[in-house]
């Protein structure tokens, strides 16, 4: 194949880069012949697609259809405060193409799905996965694994990162360290749990540093080991892997050859055999509500106890007080069950319908009778019954 030639400005500008030994002129005509995907503009996406545009990567994709909140602003360094509101995309767009003009940024405003996946990574040379979600870290993985195309996996929690590289040079997969997904609400993500600002810029750079090594064909990648970051320790510690030859992706026969629903993989939704909307659990149900069926309940002579589950910061940056709400972090709901009501329905929330329907559970776990989640929780409540309403 041949080699994009680099014109005059390109060589003033990659002029550090030239000067490697491992990069000269051909490696970068490599990076400007090369196409990379980035699997969201947040956290990581943010300083992965900053140094990938960069460094010269010819082609980078964007996959990303949420906008800019101002909670974001703490991490995500593509957006900043006049870009509140905006598509991230175009965000994204924008800051990238004052950062190299050079850089074609091929736009995918789209929430990433089984049905456009293959579709979508199938143009790419490498696709770097800057999600918070498992659903779509399984789906990323296994289209990488199918498709055949390496996967720069990054992940970040609180004070922690994790980096790897799937799917490429014999090595393992996701599935094989990860071969099934936690419970729903296990693992809060991080507007729940918290993460911090400084953290996304460490592990993003370290996934566009692993990028760039695969496309230069360079140094030793990530396959076969995860690297995991203390940022209070400061300090790095690395696991070995190996791929699982009975993984049931990427494994010597594997089971599963086509992509499948994620978000019933992961339990995010039911499966299509499971009632709906009603949940069956130990000793009884929960169903889920929309808010709009809240706000219609609460109108009502019979009024449910409005249960809010989050975190004290989340309920003092806004809640619904003013409707009844109570607070009892879903922590501590097993400890103070005698502050919740017996004999009135109840209605669980909390940012975005996870934790409260962990928090419903386990109240029918408890006894209680008439349990229901606010389906979206109070991030949904703000959407469709008052704007006013901010969340984080």
């Known amino acids: 194949m041949s080699l994009p030639e680099l014109s005059r400005d390109e060589l003033f500008r990659y002029a550090r880069h030239l000067a490697l030994p491992e990069v000269g002129l051909e490696g970068q005509q490599k990076l400007k012949a090369g196409r990379v995907l980035c699997v969201g503009a947040g956290g990581l996406g943010s300083p992965l697609a900053l140094y990938l545009a960069a460094a010269g990567v010819g082609t980078l994709g964007i996959v990303e259809f949420d906008v800019v909140d101002e909670s974001n602003l703490q991490r995500q360094l593509l957006h900043g405060t006049s870009d509140v509101g905006r598509s991230k995309l175009d965000s994204a767009e924008d800051r990238l193409r004052d950062v190299n003009p050079h850089v074609t940024v091929v736009r995918h405003e789209a929430a990433l799905t089984s049905r456009n996946a293959l579709e979508i990574l199938a143009d790419y040379d490498v696709v770097v996965d800057g999600t918070d979600n498992f659903p779509t870290r399984y789906l990323v993985n296994d289209a990488c694994v199918l498709l055949g195309k390496p996967n720069v996996y ?67 990648s990530l396959a076969g080991r995860l690297l995991i970051f203390d940022a209070l320790e400061m300090s790095w510690r690395e696991v070995a892997l190996r791929r699982n030859p009975s993984c049931p992706v990427c494994g010597d026969e594997p089971t599963q050859t086509e992509l499948i629903d994620y978000e019933i993989f992961c339990g995010v939704k039911p499966a299509p055999e499971a009632s709906a909307p009603a949940e069956a659990q130990a000793g009884g149900t929960f169903d889920e509500i929309d808010p709009s069926e809240v706000m219609a309940l609460l109108d009502s002579d019979d009024a449910p106890f409005l249960l809010d589950v989050r975190e004290p910061w989340e309920w003092a940056v806004d809640n619904l007080g003013s409707h009844g709400a109570r607070l009892i972090p879903l922590g501590e709901i097993g400890r103070r069950l005698a502050e919740v009501p017996g004999g009135r329905h109840i209605v669980t929330y909390c940012r975005s319908g996870q934790r409260s329907r962990t928090a419903a559970r386990r109240l029918v776990e408890a006894g209680f009778g008439t349990v229901s989640s606010m389906r979206g929780g109070i991030r949904s409540w703000s959407e469709t019954v008052d704007p006013d309403i901010r969340v984080v």
């Open 154 to 220: 990054g992940s970040i929690f609180r004070w922690e990162g994790q980096v790897s590289v799937f799917a490429t040079d014999g090595g393992p997969c996701y599935r094989c360290l990860f071969r099934e997904p936690p419970p729903p609400g296990l693992v809060p993500n991080c507007a729940e749990g918290g993460v911090l600002g400084a953290l996304p810029g460490i592990i993003g750079s370290a996934q566009a540093m692993e990028a760039i090594k695969l496309i230069l064909g360079v140094g030793t």
